[in-house]
């Protein structure tokens, strides 16, 4: 799944907002802009920015699925709208890392928090990395060292978002993706 129109609005889910960890700081209700929210999840490390994010792709997503053609058009349109938007976008992110050779991950969420089945090696890792900087959009992202922008909260009020890149390696010259942390893993960066 490719992202180029970026200045699609995506609604923040009450759900993504809850999101424990790093975070961008998001609340139910708000509306962003693609693009920002794409800031917001590589910045600070917004776990409830990548939640939204899985939630509006896997409802593209949803939109592509096929029902079991033995089902009546009723029974068919009720097996679509109980799919997972966020459980079809895992899906597609764990059939991509078959696509790039990454025989020895899974991802069981889109923020990479603890979870018994998310699982990676160093080497998978730098296999992502390598397809990931090859999209200058990507590479403009995660490179940027601050991002300002506008949004709409619940009640269509504007507010203002401000996220500093937590890579510190970016201000000494050198080109990087992500830093992330959990207890399992510690400090990690790519």
């Known amino acids: 799944m490719c992202i180029r129109d970026s200045t699609s609005i995506v609604p923040i889910s009450e759900y993504a907002a809850s999101m424990t960890g790093t975070s961008a700081l998001l609340e139910s209700g708000d509306k962003l ?18 939640l ?10 949803k939109a592509t699925v096929l029902p079991p053609i033995d089902l009546d058009p009723k029974q068919q349109k009720e097996y679509i709208n109980r799919l997972s938007p966020r459980k079809l976008f895992i899906k597609e992110m764990n059939r991509l890392t078959q696509e790039l050779g990454m025989q020895e991950t899974v991802f069981a969420n889109p923020h990479g928090l603890m979870n018994f089945n998310n699982h990676s090696s160093a080497q998978d ?3 992502l990395v390598s397809a990931a900087m090859k999209e200058p959009y990507f590479c403009q992202i995660v490179n940027c060292k601050r991002h300002v922008c506008k949004a709409l909260d619940e009640k269509q009020n504007e507010k203002s978002f401000s996220w500093k890149n937590t890579n510190k390696l970016l201000w000494k010259g050198f080109y990087g993706i992500k830093t992330g942390i959990t207890p399992t893993a510690g400090p990690c960066l790519a």
């Open 33 to 50: 802009l693609l693009n920002d929210l794409l800031h917001g999840m590589m910045l600070p490390s917004g776990n409830d920015a990548a």
């Open 125 to 127: 890792v730098a296999k």
């Open 52 to 61: 939204a994010i899985s939630e509006y792709f896997g409802e593209v997503l």
